[in-house]
Structures are given as C-alpha cells and as structure tokens.
T-cell receptor, first 114, second 114 residues
Framework: GAGVSQSPRYKVAKRGQDVALRCDPI?????LFWYQQALGQGPEFLTY????????KSGLPSDRFFAERPEGSVSTLKIQRTQQEDSAVYLC????????????FGPGTRLTVT | QKEVEQNSGPLSVPEGAIASLNCTYS??????FFWYRQYSGKSPELIMS????GDKEDGRFTAQLNKASQYVSLLIRDSQPSDSATYLC??????????????FGQGTTLQVKP
C-alpha cells in the first residue's frame, strides 16, 4: 500500500523566506509526527497530532515554526522567516494508533536556507 | 547524559558474521523500543519493535530488551553488505505515552565487508 509521502523533496529558501512542507500520512493513521534531522544525528521530535488535534508541540524550536492538520489527514509544517539554522531534513511519520506504537516515516524534505 | 545513547561506530564486521548493536536509555519508565535502519540519504525504515523484556526475533534480526539495565540491542545474523547502514535506536518517552513521541539515539554506522 501507499506509504507516507512528503513534498517537496528538496527546498532551497533564502534567509527570511517562509516555507511550507507537506505530509500525506498512510491512509487511516490516527497519529502524525514531525521530526527534524540534522546531518549525522538522529531525528528530533517537533510536534504530534492525534487526528486534527495538536497534542504536543514541545519540540518546535521557536514561534517561527507552525504545524497544522485541519482535517485529520494531510499536515503542513510552516516555517516563517527561515534562518540558516533551520537547514535540515524534515521527516513526517504516521502511526495507526495513538500512543507508543510503530511509526512509519516518509522520505523527508531537505531544506537548505541560503 | 543523553536520553538515548549509541556508539556512533563505525562497527565493521565481515560478511556472514553477527553484528551486535547496542543502545542504553535513561528514562526508566520508557515502554516502547524501536530499531530503525537508515541508508545514506534516505529516511529511517522501521525494522524491529519490542515492548517487553527478552528477545524478539524476525528473520535475521533479533531485538533484546532488558528494562532493569535500561538496555536494548539488535543482533543481525549472517550480515550482508546490503545491511551496511546507520541503525537508529528509538525509545518512546515515558510520560508522553499518550503521544508516542520518540527519542532517538545518534545512530550506529554498520559496515559489512565482503
């Protein structure tokens, strides 16, 4: 079946631009997660949705980061006024259930801020 | 002390050998544990999950969990060059079990030499 999809796969933004990253989870998956992965590091949690409710945004690094999942399926991660330190791979993962169960990752979006 | 620790490696083993990857975690209440494989330039791929003490086998992979020692490991039998990748240990952080937020180690790079 179809896995998690993300778009765009690559994004180059000039410092100060706003970007929007899209995630389309596995159909029917209740839970959706965003992670950020720097080169040579493991992914770091950003935020979590259960259906359309954002239940945990403790990992968002600043108020320039905003995520939404208005209809409980597709999610968008928006970064305003991008900075060089935002350059990373942004990974989306979905899980069939809420709670600590298996998460399946999409291919990621590589963001480069110049 | 990092919440999830792995030796970054590289761990080099000859083809056909057993590769042993180790991970320790600091939160004693953690309940769900996962191993992901990540090829260079790709996203993490779930290969094993384990929830209770003991061993769990799936094909050439065996995950081992010891909650008393806060230790989880992955054994890969009959290692193949195609197993060469970074292996990420991930732990569901206790207290956020309603969300499933994962804490990742930095990963261990495995090299399987023909």
């Amino acid at each position: 079946g179809a896995g998690v999809s993300q778009s765009p796969r690559y994004k180059v933004a000039k410092r100060g631009q706003d970007v929007a990253l899209r995630c389309d989870p596995i159909s029917g998956h209740v839970s959706l997660f965003w992670y950020q992965q720097a080169l040579g590091q493991g992914p770091e949690f950003l935020t979590y949705f259960q259906n359309e409710a954002q239940l945990d945004k403790s990992g968002l690094p600043s108020d320039r980061f905003f995520a939404e999942r208005p209809e409980g399926s597709v999610s968008t991660l928006k970064i305003q006024r991008t900075q060089q330190e935002d350059s990373a791979v942004y990974l989306c993962a979905s899980s069939e259930y809420r709670g600590g169960y298996e998460q399946y990752f999409g291919p990621g979006t590589r963001l480069t801020v110049t | 002390q990092k919440e999830v620790e792995q030796n970054s490696g590289p761990l080099s083993v000859p083809e056909g050998a057993i590769a042993s990857l180790n991970c320790t975690y600091s939160d004693r209440g953690s309940q769900s544990f996962f191993w992901y494989r990540q090829y260079s330039g790709k996203s993490p791929e779930l290969i094993m999950s384990i929830y209770s003490n003991g061993d769990k086998e799936d094909g050439r992979f065996t995950a081992q969990l010891n909650k008393a020692s806060q230790y989880v490991s992955l054994l890969i039998r009959d290692s193949q060059p195609s197993d060469s990748a970074t292996y990420l240990c991930a732990v569901n952080k206790a207290g956020s079990s309603n969300t499933g937020k994962l804490i990742f180690g930095q990963g261990t790079t495995l090299q399987v030499k023909p």
